[in-house]
Protein backbone atom coordinates (compact mmCIF):
# COMPACT_ATOMS: atom_id res chain seq x y z
CA UNK A 1 0.00 0.00 0.00
CA UNK A 2 1.10 3.47 -0.82
CA UNK A 3 1.58 5.57 2.37
CA UNK A 4 0.56 8.71 2.38
CA UNK A 5 3.47 10.43 2.78
CA UNK A 6 4.47 9.22 -0.56
CA UNK A 7 1.21 9.69 -2.30
CA UNK A 8 1.95 13.83 -0.49
CA UNK A 9 5.55 13.48 -1.95
CA UNK A 10 5.16 12.24 -5.62
CA UNK A 11 2.24 14.62 -6.07
CA UNK A 12 4.50 16.87 -4.88
CA UNK A 13 6.30 16.63 -7.75
CA UNK A 14 4.16 17.57 -10.12
CA UNK A 15 4.89 21.08 -9.61
CA UNK A 16 8.59 23.00 -10.32
CA UNK A 17 8.85 24.25 -6.80
CA UNK A 18 9.32 20.94 -5.36
CA UNK A 19 11.34 19.43 -7.96
CA UNK A 20 13.89 22.00 -7.65
CA UNK A 21 14.21 22.13 -3.94
CA UNK A 22 14.29 18.27 -3.83
CA UNK A 23 16.43 17.92 -7.33
CA UNK A 24 14.03 14.83 -8.41
CA UNK A 25 11.32 14.49 -11.02
CA UNK A 26 8.71 11.83 -11.79
CA UNK A 27 8.56 9.59 -15.48
CA UNK A 28 5.53 7.34 -16.48
CA UNK A 29 5.00 5.04 -18.07
CA UNK A 30 6.20 1.55 -19.07
CA UNK A 31 8.46 2.77 -22.24
CA UNK A 32 9.61 5.78 -20.48
CA UNK A 33 10.41 4.72 -17.97
CA UNK A 34 12.91 1.50 -18.78
CA UNK A 35 14.43 3.80 -21.44
CA UNK A 36 15.30 6.37 -18.20
CA UNK A 37 16.60 3.59 -16.53
CA UNK A 38 18.60 1.69 -19.06
CA UNK A 39 19.99 5.30 -20.52
CA UNK A 40 21.61 5.51 -17.00
CA UNK A 41 21.96 9.34 -17.45
CA UNK A 42 19.46 10.01 -14.18
CA UNK A 43 20.14 8.04 -11.17
CA UNK A 44 16.79 6.38 -10.38
CA UNK A 45 15.22 6.59 -6.43
CA UNK A 46 12.38 4.77 -6.58
CA UNK A 47 9.77 2.88 -8.50
CA UNK A 48 5.82 2.94 -8.15
CA UNK A 49 4.38 -0.17 -10.12
CA UNK A 50 1.72 -2.59 -10.74
CA UNK A 51 2.22 -6.00 -9.54
CA UNK A 52 1.95 -7.78 -13.17
CA UNK A 53 4.30 -5.18 -14.38
CA UNK A 54 6.46 -5.51 -11.71
CA UNK A 55 6.79 -9.14 -11.77
CA UNK A 56 7.56 -9.28 -15.40
CA UNK A 57 9.94 -6.50 -15.73
CA UNK A 58 11.75 -6.82 -11.69
CA UNK A 59 14.87 -8.96 -13.62
CA UNK A 60 15.49 -6.11 -15.94
CA UNK A 61 14.77 -3.49 -13.62
CA UNK A 62 17.20 -5.24 -11.25
CA UNK A 63 20.17 -4.61 -13.66
CA UNK A 64 19.98 -1.00 -13.29
CA UNK A 65 18.17 -0.12 -10.17
CA UNK A 66 18.66 -1.75 -6.36
CA UNK A 67 16.73 1.14 -4.91
CA UNK A 68 13.30 0.52 -3.49
CA UNK A 69 10.31 -1.26 -5.64
CA UNK A 70 6.47 -0.77 -4.70
CA UNK A 71 4.05 -2.43 -5.94
CA UNK A 72 0.60 0.15 -5.98
CA UNK A 73 -3.27 -0.70 -7.26
CA UNK A 74 -4.59 0.88 -10.41
CA UNK A 75 -5.99 3.05 -7.80
CA UNK A 76 -2.92 4.24 -6.11
CA UNK A 77 -1.05 4.55 -9.72
CA UNK A 78 -3.93 7.19 -10.45
CA UNK A 79 -4.03 8.79 -7.44
CA UNK A 80 -0.42 9.78 -8.16
CA UNK A 81 -0.40 10.00 -11.97
CA UNK A 82 -0.81 13.24 -14.27
CA UNK A 83 -1.43 10.55 -17.36
CA UNK A 84 -4.96 10.99 -18.42
CA UNK A 85 -4.75 6.97 -18.74
CA UNK A 86 -1.95 6.01 -15.94
CA UNK A 87 0.26 3.55 -17.53
CA UNK A 88 1.81 0.64 -15.21
CA UNK A 89 4.42 2.28 -13.61
CA UNK A 90 5.84 6.10 -12.36
CA UNK A 91 9.38 6.49 -10.96
CA UNK A 92 11.38 8.92 -9.31
CA UNK A 93 14.80 10.03 -10.85
CA UNK A 94 17.07 12.30 -9.88
CA UNK A 95 17.62 15.58 -11.53
CA UNK A 96 21.68 15.81 -13.57
CA UNK A 97 23.47 18.17 -12.56
CA UNK A 98 24.39 20.14 -15.99
CA UNK A 99 27.68 19.59 -17.49
CA UNK A 100 29.77 22.28 -18.92
CA UNK A 101 28.55 23.20 -22.67
CA UNK A 102 30.98 24.60 -25.29
CA UNK A 103 29.07 25.56 -28.91
CA UNK A 104 32.01 25.55 -30.63
CA UNK A 105 32.38 23.86 -33.74
CA UNK A 106 28.66 22.29 -33.01
CA UNK A 107 25.21 23.02 -33.94
CA UNK A 108 23.35 24.45 -30.68
CA UNK A 109 19.77 24.85 -30.21
CA UNK A 110 18.89 27.86 -28.35
CA UNK A 111 15.22 28.01 -26.89
CA UNK A 112 13.85 31.75 -25.89
CA UNK A 113 11.09 31.54 -24.09
CA UNK A 114 9.54 28.38 -25.07
CA UNK A 115 6.80 28.15 -23.12
CA UNK A 116 4.66 24.99 -24.00
CA UNK A 117 5.84 21.57 -22.48
CA UNK A 118 4.81 19.51 -25.07
CA UNK A 119 7.14 21.69 -27.61
CA UNK A 120 9.79 21.43 -25.68
CA UNK A 121 9.51 17.75 -25.22
CA UNK A 122 9.26 17.57 -28.97
CA UNK A 123 12.44 19.45 -29.47
CA UNK A 124 14.46 17.48 -27.36
CA UNK A 125 13.47 14.91 -29.57
CA UNK A 126 14.20 16.29 -32.85
CA UNK A 127 17.65 17.75 -31.43
CA UNK A 128 18.59 14.15 -30.53
CA UNK A 129 17.76 13.02 -34.17
CA UNK A 130 19.76 15.74 -35.37
CA UNK A 131 23.05 14.63 -32.79
CA UNK A 132 22.85 18.15 -31.79
CA UNK A 133 24.58 18.01 -28.13
CA UNK A 134 23.14 21.08 -26.34
CA UNK A 135 20.12 23.54 -25.66
CA UNK A 136 20.79 26.54 -23.88
CA UNK A 137 17.02 27.54 -22.71
CA UNK A 138 16.18 31.21 -21.14
CA UNK A 139 15.09 31.62 -17.41
CA UNK A 140 11.72 31.25 -18.32
CA UNK A 141 11.49 28.70 -20.92
CA UNK A 142 9.13 25.43 -19.65
CA UNK A 143 10.86 23.50 -17.18
CA UNK A 144 13.27 20.54 -18.95
CA UNK A 145 11.63 17.89 -16.20
CA UNK A 146 8.14 18.81 -16.17
CA UNK A 147 6.63 15.54 -16.73
CA UNK A 148 5.16 16.45 -19.93
CA UNK A 149 7.97 17.19 -21.24
CA UNK A 150 9.72 14.16 -19.81
CA UNK A 151 7.20 11.77 -21.31
CA UNK A 152 7.65 13.65 -24.69
CA UNK A 153 11.03 13.44 -25.26
CA UNK A 154 10.71 9.71 -25.34
CA UNK A 155 14.33 8.92 -23.82
CA UNK A 156 16.46 11.28 -25.18
CA UNK A 157 16.42 14.03 -22.27
CA UNK A 158 19.48 12.35 -20.71
CA UNK A 159 21.60 12.41 -24.12
CA UNK A 160 21.67 16.40 -24.24
CA UNK A 161 22.99 19.32 -22.15
CA UNK A 162 20.62 21.08 -21.52
CA UNK A 163 21.01 24.61 -19.50
CA UNK A 164 18.61 27.41 -18.18
CA UNK A 165 20.45 30.71 -17.97
CA UNK A 166 20.11 35.02 -19.23
CA UNK A 167 20.41 34.02 -23.00
CA UNK A 168 21.87 37.36 -23.48
CA UNK A 169 24.79 37.12 -21.72
CA UNK A 170 25.30 33.64 -22.71
CA UNK A 171 25.10 34.35 -26.37
CA UNK A 172 28.05 37.36 -25.81
CA UNK A 173 30.21 35.14 -24.95
CA UNK A 174 30.47 33.36 -28.58
CA UNK A 175 30.65 36.44 -30.71
CA UNK A 176 32.32 34.07 -33.26
CA UNK A 177 29.40 31.57 -33.67
CA UNK A 178 26.88 32.56 -36.50
CA UNK A 179 23.49 32.94 -34.74
CA UNK A 180 20.71 32.29 -36.60
CA UNK A 181 17.37 33.61 -35.29
CA UNK A 182 14.00 32.11 -37.25
CA UNK A 183 11.66 34.93 -37.88
CA UNK A 184 8.93 35.30 -40.33
CA UNK A 185 11.40 38.17 -42.31
CA UNK A 186 14.53 36.30 -42.48
CA UNK A 187 16.38 34.63 -45.24
CA UNK A 188 14.76 31.64 -46.75
CA UNK A 189 16.21 28.87 -45.12
CA UNK A 190 16.97 26.70 -48.62
CA UNK A 191 19.84 29.02 -48.83
CA UNK A 192 22.00 28.22 -45.90
CA UNK A 193 23.34 25.10 -46.31
CA UNK A 194 26.00 22.47 -44.54
CA UNK A 195 27.22 24.51 -41.79
CA UNK A 196 29.11 23.00 -38.97
CA UNK A 197 28.85 25.74 -36.33
CA UNK A 198 25.66 27.71 -35.74
CA UNK A 199 23.56 28.85 -33.02
CA UNK A 200 19.99 28.59 -33.83
CA UNK A 201 17.31 30.38 -32.01
CA UNK A 202 13.93 29.77 -32.52
CA UNK A 203 11.42 31.85 -29.84
CA UNK A 204 8.18 32.13 -27.67
CA UNK A 205 5.12 30.29 -29.50
CA UNK A 206 3.28 33.27 -29.95
CA UNK A 207 5.97 36.78 -29.30
CA UNK A 208 8.67 34.89 -31.40
CA UNK A 209 12.02 36.02 -29.91
CA UNK A 210 12.38 38.79 -27.62
CA UNK A 211 14.12 41.82 -28.96
CA UNK A 212 17.36 41.65 -26.69
CA UNK A 213 18.06 38.03 -28.06
CA UNK A 214 17.38 39.40 -32.08
CA UNK A 215 20.03 41.90 -31.54
CA UNK A 216 22.26 39.29 -30.89
CA UNK A 217 21.25 37.42 -34.02
CA UNK A 218 23.96 37.55 -36.79
CA UNK A 219 20.59 36.58 -39.46
CA UNK A 220 17.37 35.81 -39.44
CA UNK A 221 15.96 32.74 -41.03
CA UNK A 222 12.81 31.77 -42.08
CA UNK A 223 10.96 29.13 -43.73
CA UNK A 224 9.50 30.07 -47.06
CA UNK A 225 5.21 30.44 -46.68
CA UNK A 226 3.21 29.48 -50.22
CA UNK A 227 -0.16 29.31 -48.59
CA UNK A 228 -1.90 31.07 -45.87
CA UNK A 229 -1.50 29.76 -42.34
CA UNK A 230 -0.82 32.37 -39.41
CA UNK A 231 2.24 30.48 -38.17
CA UNK A 232 4.43 27.25 -37.78
CA UNK A 233 4.41 25.24 -34.74
CA UNK A 234 7.52 25.98 -33.29
CA UNK A 235 8.51 22.38 -32.63
CA UNK A 236 8.15 22.06 -36.38
CA UNK A 237 10.02 25.53 -38.14
CA UNK A 238 12.86 23.74 -35.43
CA UNK A 239 12.61 20.86 -37.16
CA UNK A 240 12.97 22.13 -40.53
CA UNK A 241 15.30 24.71 -39.81
CA UNK A 242 17.91 22.34 -38.42
CA UNK A 243 17.11 19.55 -41.58
CA UNK A 244 18.36 22.74 -43.81
CA UNK A 245 21.80 23.49 -41.51
CA UNK B 1 -29.31 29.47 -18.97
CA UNK B 2 -27.92 26.77 -20.97
CA UNK B 3 -30.97 24.49 -21.11
CA UNK B 4 -30.31 20.52 -20.45
CA UNK B 5 -31.15 19.86 -23.99
CA UNK B 6 -28.37 22.11 -25.30
CA UNK B 7 -25.88 20.79 -22.73
CA UNK B 8 -26.65 17.29 -23.56
CA UNK B 9 -26.18 18.47 -27.41
CA UNK B 10 -22.74 19.52 -27.20
CA UNK B 11 -21.44 17.04 -24.97
CA UNK B 12 -22.70 14.62 -27.88
CA UNK B 13 -20.53 16.37 -29.63
CA UNK B 14 -17.50 15.60 -28.13
CA UNK B 15 -18.10 11.92 -29.24
CA UNK B 16 -17.59 11.28 -33.22
CA UNK B 17 -20.68 9.29 -33.69
CA UNK B 18 -23.16 12.21 -33.05
CA UNK B 19 -20.56 14.70 -35.10
CA UNK B 20 -21.35 12.38 -37.76
CA UNK B 21 -24.83 12.17 -37.31
CA UNK B 22 -26.04 15.40 -37.31
CA UNK B 23 -22.58 16.45 -39.55
CA UNK B 24 -22.21 19.14 -36.99
CA UNK B 25 -18.85 20.25 -34.74
CA UNK B 26 -18.02 21.90 -32.57
CA UNK B 27 -14.94 24.77 -31.93
CA UNK B 28 -13.99 27.03 -29.20
CA UNK B 29 -12.08 30.03 -27.89
CA UNK B 30 -11.75 33.17 -28.96
CA UNK B 31 -9.17 32.86 -31.58
CA UNK B 32 -10.33 29.69 -33.07
CA UNK B 33 -13.84 31.02 -33.58
CA UNK B 34 -13.77 34.03 -34.73
CA UNK B 35 -11.08 32.49 -37.42
CA UNK B 36 -13.50 29.98 -38.27
CA UNK B 37 -16.59 32.32 -38.43
CA UNK B 38 -14.36 34.82 -41.14
CA UNK B 39 -13.11 32.06 -43.10
CA UNK B 40 -16.40 31.43 -44.01
CA UNK B 41 -15.74 27.64 -44.65
CA UNK B 42 -18.09 26.02 -42.26
CA UNK B 43 -21.91 27.33 -41.85
CA UNK B 44 -22.00 28.55 -37.94
CA UNK B 45 -25.20 27.15 -36.39
CA UNK B 46 -24.73 28.27 -32.70
CA UNK B 47 -22.32 30.47 -30.37
CA UNK B 48 -22.48 30.28 -26.52
CA UNK B 49 -20.45 32.79 -24.85
CA UNK B 50 -19.49 34.31 -21.26
CA UNK B 51 -21.38 37.96 -21.40
CA UNK B 52 -18.09 40.13 -21.73
CA UNK B 53 -16.88 38.32 -24.57
CA UNK B 54 -20.81 38.48 -26.37
CA UNK B 55 -20.76 42.44 -25.81
CA UNK B 56 -17.35 42.88 -27.15
CA UNK B 57 -18.04 40.52 -30.43
CA UNK B 58 -21.29 41.07 -31.27
CA UNK B 59 -20.87 43.33 -33.90
CA UNK B 60 -17.95 41.54 -35.58
CA UNK B 61 -19.85 38.34 -34.74
CA UNK B 62 -23.28 40.07 -36.84
CA UNK B 63 -21.21 40.02 -40.02
CA UNK B 64 -20.95 36.73 -40.29
CA UNK B 65 -23.68 35.20 -38.11
CA UNK B 66 -27.57 35.60 -37.99
CA UNK B 67 -28.19 32.79 -36.10
CA UNK B 68 -28.55 32.20 -32.05
CA UNK B 69 -26.24 33.78 -29.68
CA UNK B 70 -26.59 32.34 -26.21
CA UNK B 71 -24.83 33.66 -23.12
CA UNK B 72 -23.37 31.22 -20.80
CA UNK B 73 -21.48 31.11 -17.51
CA UNK B 74 -17.89 30.20 -16.85
CA UNK B 75 -19.86 27.19 -15.03
CA UNK B 76 -22.00 26.27 -17.61
CA UNK B 77 -19.52 26.84 -20.00
CA UNK B 78 -17.00 24.47 -17.88
CA UNK B 79 -19.76 22.11 -18.55
CA UNK B 80 -19.68 21.82 -22.34
CA UNK B 81 -16.14 22.86 -22.77
CA UNK B 82 -13.23 20.62 -23.48
CA UNK B 83 -10.69 22.59 -22.49
CA UNK B 84 -8.84 22.34 -19.17
CA UNK B 85 -9.16 25.97 -19.20
CA UNK B 86 -12.53 27.25 -21.07
CA UNK B 87 -11.70 30.50 -23.19
CA UNK B 88 -15.06 32.12 -23.79
CA UNK B 89 -16.59 30.86 -26.48
CA UNK B 90 -17.52 27.27 -28.02
CA UNK B 91 -19.72 27.49 -31.52
CA UNK B 92 -21.54 24.60 -33.42
CA UNK B 93 -20.56 24.57 -37.31
CA UNK B 94 -21.78 22.30 -40.10
CA UNK B 95 -19.33 20.13 -41.47
CA UNK B 96 -18.24 20.88 -45.27
CA UNK B 97 -19.38 18.03 -47.53
CA UNK B 98 -15.52 17.25 -48.82
CA UNK B 99 -15.25 18.77 -52.71
CA UNK B 100 -13.77 16.44 -55.27
CA UNK B 101 -10.39 16.82 -55.20
CA UNK B 102 -7.59 15.35 -58.14
CA UNK B 103 -3.44 15.44 -56.81
CA UNK B 104 -2.84 16.21 -60.80
CA UNK B 105 0.33 18.88 -60.95
CA UNK B 106 -0.43 19.23 -57.40
CA UNK B 107 1.37 18.46 -53.93
CA UNK B 108 -0.76 16.27 -52.13
CA UNK B 109 -0.58 14.54 -48.15
CA UNK B 110 -1.92 11.17 -47.69
CA UNK B 111 -1.98 10.38 -44.10
CA UNK B 112 -2.45 6.38 -43.35
CA UNK B 113 -3.85 5.88 -39.80
CA UNK B 114 -2.16 8.86 -38.22
CA UNK B 115 -3.88 8.75 -35.18
CA UNK B 116 -3.36 11.50 -32.65
CA UNK B 117 -5.43 14.39 -32.91
CA UNK B 118 -2.73 16.78 -31.89
CA UNK B 119 -0.71 15.96 -34.61
CA UNK B 120 -3.05 15.39 -37.48
CA UNK B 121 -4.18 19.26 -36.39
CA UNK B 122 -0.62 20.35 -36.45
CA UNK B 123 -0.03 18.77 -40.25
CA UNK B 124 -2.78 20.22 -41.61
CA UNK B 125 -1.40 24.07 -40.21
CA UNK B 126 1.89 22.62 -41.92
CA UNK B 127 0.25 21.76 -44.91
CA UNK B 128 -1.80 24.77 -45.11
CA UNK B 129 1.61 27.16 -44.58
CA UNK B 130 2.73 24.90 -47.48
CA UNK B 131 -0.01 26.33 -49.89
CA UNK B 132 -0.88 22.22 -49.97
CA UNK B 133 -4.51 21.88 -51.04
CA UNK B 134 -5.35 18.54 -50.30
CA UNK B 135 -4.96 15.70 -47.76
CA UNK B 136 -5.95 12.39 -48.83
CA UNK B 137 -6.56 10.46 -44.84
CA UNK B 138 -7.41 6.20 -44.40
CA UNK B 139 -10.17 5.68 -42.78
CA UNK B 140 -8.41 5.16 -39.53
CA UNK B 141 -7.01 8.23 -39.26
CA UNK B 142 -8.10 10.45 -36.46
CA UNK B 143 -11.24 12.46 -37.19
CA UNK B 144 -10.31 15.91 -38.69
CA UNK B 145 -13.81 17.40 -36.92
CA UNK B 146 -12.00 16.20 -33.45
CA UNK B 147 -12.07 19.12 -31.30
CA UNK B 148 -8.16 18.84 -30.31
CA UNK B 149 -7.68 19.13 -34.36
CA UNK B 150 -10.25 21.83 -34.89
CA UNK B 151 -8.15 23.95 -32.02
CA UNK B 152 -4.91 22.83 -33.60
CA UNK B 153 -5.61 23.65 -37.08
CA UNK B 154 -5.96 27.24 -35.96
CA UNK B 155 -8.37 28.42 -39.19
CA UNK B 156 -6.59 26.18 -41.30
CA UNK B 157 -8.98 23.48 -41.56
CA UNK B 158 -11.43 24.63 -43.61
CA UNK B 159 -8.52 26.29 -46.07
CA UNK B 160 -7.78 22.33 -47.54
CA UNK B 161 -9.44 19.43 -48.81
CA UNK B 162 -10.11 16.45 -46.55
CA UNK B 163 -11.04 13.27 -48.00
CA UNK B 164 -11.15 10.15 -45.79
CA UNK B 165 -11.01 6.97 -48.35
CA UNK B 166 -9.28 3.63 -48.90
CA UNK B 167 -5.81 4.54 -49.33
CA UNK B 168 -4.95 1.65 -52.15
CA UNK B 169 -8.31 2.14 -54.43
CA UNK B 170 -7.42 6.06 -54.01
CA UNK B 171 -3.81 5.78 -55.10
CA UNK B 172 -4.31 3.31 -57.94
CA UNK B 173 -6.24 5.77 -59.60
CA UNK B 174 -3.16 8.04 -59.88
CA UNK B 175 -0.17 5.51 -61.44
CA UNK B 176 1.18 8.43 -63.10
CA UNK B 177 2.25 10.83 -60.02
CA UNK B 178 5.22 10.22 -58.20
CA UNK B 179 4.27 8.14 -54.58
CA UNK B 180 7.11 9.24 -51.74
CA UNK B 181 6.30 7.41 -48.39
CA UNK B 182 8.16 8.33 -45.77
CA UNK B 183 9.87 5.64 -43.79
CA UNK B 184 13.29 4.78 -42.24
CA UNK B 185 15.17 2.93 -44.82
CA UNK B 186 14.68 5.65 -47.53
CA UNK B 187 16.37 7.84 -49.55
CA UNK B 188 17.58 11.30 -48.23
CA UNK B 189 14.97 13.70 -48.47
CA UNK B 190 17.83 15.68 -49.03
CA UNK B 191 18.20 14.92 -52.60
CA UNK B 192 14.82 15.11 -53.54
CA UNK B 193 13.57 19.08 -54.46
CA UNK B 194 11.90 21.27 -56.44
CA UNK B 195 9.02 18.63 -57.22
CA UNK B 196 5.82 20.30 -58.33
CA UNK B 197 3.23 16.77 -58.41
CA UNK B 198 4.08 14.13 -55.84
CA UNK B 199 2.70 12.47 -53.31
CA UNK B 200 3.83 12.28 -50.00
CA UNK B 201 2.63 9.49 -47.56
CA UNK B 202 3.39 9.69 -43.88
CA UNK B 203 2.51 6.48 -41.81
CA UNK B 204 0.95 5.75 -37.92
CA UNK B 205 3.16 7.38 -35.11
CA UNK B 206 4.36 4.12 -34.05
CA UNK B 207 3.38 1.36 -36.94
CA UNK B 208 4.44 3.73 -39.82
CA UNK B 209 2.82 2.95 -43.47
CA UNK B 210 0.56 -0.08 -43.65
CA UNK B 211 1.82 -3.04 -46.18
CA UNK B 212 -1.01 -2.03 -48.56
CA UNK B 213 0.09 1.04 -49.37
CA UNK B 214 3.68 0.89 -48.86
CA UNK B 215 3.75 -1.70 -52.44
CA UNK B 216 1.93 1.60 -54.15
CA UNK B 217 4.66 4.18 -52.73
CA UNK B 218 7.17 4.82 -55.79
CA UNK B 219 9.90 5.74 -53.38
CA UNK B 220 10.79 5.48 -50.20
CA UNK B 221 12.27 8.65 -48.46
CA UNK B 222 13.77 9.25 -45.05
CA UNK B 223 15.38 12.19 -43.17
CA UNK B 224 18.80 11.15 -42.12
CA UNK B 225 19.43 10.67 -38.91
CA UNK B 226 22.69 11.71 -36.69
CA UNK B 227 21.80 11.36 -33.08
CA UNK B 228 20.34 8.67 -30.67
CA UNK B 229 16.31 9.08 -31.05
CA UNK B 230 14.11 6.16 -31.76
CA UNK B 231 12.04 8.34 -34.34
CA UNK B 232 10.66 12.01 -35.14
CA UNK B 233 6.87 13.00 -34.40
CA UNK B 234 4.48 12.44 -37.36
CA UNK B 235 3.91 16.19 -37.89
CA UNK B 236 7.76 17.00 -37.53
CA UNK B 237 8.55 14.68 -39.97
CA UNK B 238 5.60 15.66 -42.21
CA UNK B 239 6.69 19.59 -42.31
CA UNK B 240 10.84 18.52 -42.80
CA UNK B 241 9.86 16.63 -45.80
CA UNK B 242 7.18 19.19 -47.48
CA UNK B 243 9.71 21.87 -46.93
CA UNK B 244 12.09 19.84 -48.73
CA UNK B 245 9.62 19.40 -51.67
Known amino acids: MLSKSNTKYIQSLHHKKYRDEGST???EGSKCVLELLQGG????????AMDAWMRQQEPLIRKYFSGPLQIVSDFELEKISLLST?????????KQVPATYSPVAKITLVLDQLQDPGNLGTIIRIADWF????????????DMYNPKVVQGTMGS????????????EWLQQYKNIPVYAAALNGQNVQTIKGTKEAILVIGNESKGISEEVMQLATQKINIPKTGAAESLNA?????IILSHL
Open 86 to 94: PNQVLAVFS
Open 235 to 239: AVAAG
Open 25 to 27: FIA
Open 157 to 168: LGRLNILYCNLA
Open 41 to 48: HFACKQIF
Open 131 to 142: GIEGIICSQHCA
